[in-house]
């Protein structure tokens, strides 16, 4: 039986700040992963601290700097649907689109799904090739950190006592790129991520050397871009043999859990691979036709 504990509804970031000194404070927001934790004892709160009411977690708008700032509290279902994340960064909508189901999407926050901070966390790849930043708010004013700092581990987030998330930053992305998500689960229907992947690609350089972007979740201990996969990409045009290298790296750095209930080891080192060519052949980044290799 979950124990009891106190709940307070806060009305704006200074009043949950102020609750969240108090001892065993946790913050709740769609509560699709606290309330499931409570009730599976893994957490045990002295003080539910409701910050959805908070209007400094709300909205999506541009930023001054062209890209785009996205409210802690925004949905799913607002992600999947807004045109602005639709056209400027796709895989975003692609990621929240394809999270849990319909009930499930229309409660769980972008800020949720990141302080949960769970290694296959929809978002985490996505957020990662747009080089997003998180902006926390808390007792000390207001900062800034790039995501990769802002996620520690399995769990773990650099979020101190009394701070909340309050917002993504998402740069603009360079001239002519584009961006795809891509996720395996167990089973059709809903189930999370046994493996998924991120994809950015800019426009060729007349050697055929672009930006590329990739990241994965679930088979690392935070979801994250994968650099020295990167690095292969970007040498030159997107030919077969440069993708089997980058495959091949992928599949040696990454570091699955072998207890993992979705998948094996083995299945998503080989998945990963697959998933970031699948990735690039449907931004027609490929040099080759993917119906021409065999590949599933
Ligand atoms: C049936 C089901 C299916 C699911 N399917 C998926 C899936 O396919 N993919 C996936 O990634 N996840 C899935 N989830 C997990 C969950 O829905 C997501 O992680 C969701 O985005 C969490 O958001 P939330 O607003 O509900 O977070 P909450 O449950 O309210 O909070 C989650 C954690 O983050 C903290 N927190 C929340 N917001 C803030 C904030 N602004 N500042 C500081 N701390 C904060 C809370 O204290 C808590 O520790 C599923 C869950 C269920 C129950």
């Known amino acids: 039986m979950p124990g009891s504990f106190d709940y307070f509804r806060a009305r704006n970031l200074v009043e949950a700040t102020a609750a969240l000194k108090q ?18 004892n893994k957490v045990y709160p002295q003080l539910v601290v409701d910050i959805k009411g908070l209007p400094e977690l709300k909205g999506i708008r541009e930023t001054r700097e062209g890209g785009l700032w996205i409210g802690a509290l925004t949905t799913m279902k607002e992600i999947a649907i807004n045109t602005l ?9 692609e990621a929240a689109s394809v999270m849990g189901c319909f009930e499930i999407r229309v409660r769980a926050t972008i800020g949720g799904n990141i302080c949960n901070a769970s290694p296959g966390a929809e978002t985490g790849p996505v957020l990662a090739i747009l080089n997003a930043a998180v902006e926390i708010g ?4 207001r900062r800034i950190l790039p995501l990769e700092q802002f996620l520690l581990g399995p769990g773990r987030t650099a979020l101190g006592q009394g701070e909340v998330l309050v917002g993504f930053i998402l740069p603009p992305l360079p001239s002519g790129s584009r961006t795809a998500y891509l996720r395996r689960s167990r ?9 998924s992947v991120a994809v950015l690609a800019g426009l060729p350089d007349s050697e055929g050397k672009r930006e590329i972007r990739v990241a994965a979740g679930a088979v690392l201990a935070t979801p994250a871009r994968v650099g020295t996969v990167e690095e292969i990409l970007k040498q030159g045009p997107l030919t077969y043999e440069r993708i089997r290298q980058a495959r091949d790296r992928f599949a ?5 859990r ?6 094996t080891p083995e299945y998503k080192q080989e998945m990963v691979g697959q998933l970031m060519e699948m990735a690039l052949a ?4 490929l040099e080759y036709r993917l119906e021409e290799v065999a590949t599933l």
Not at 85 to 93: D, S, T, V, W
Not at 138 to 141: A, E, I, L, R
Not at 282 to 285: F, M, Q, S, T, V
């Open 252 to 256: 040696e750095v990454i570091a699955p």
């Open 138 to 141: 808390g007792p000390g004013g």
């Open 258 to 263: 072998a207890g993992s209930l979705r998948a």
């Open 23 to 40: 001892e065993g404070a946790v913050v709740l927001a769609g509560g699709t992963d606290l309330l499931v934790n409570i009730r599976g």
């Open 85 to 93: 994340i639709q056209e400027r960064y796709k895989a975003l909508a």
């Open 282 to 285: 449907k931004l027609a980044a």
């Open 187 to 195: 089973i059709k229907g809903m189930d999370l991520a046994a493996v």
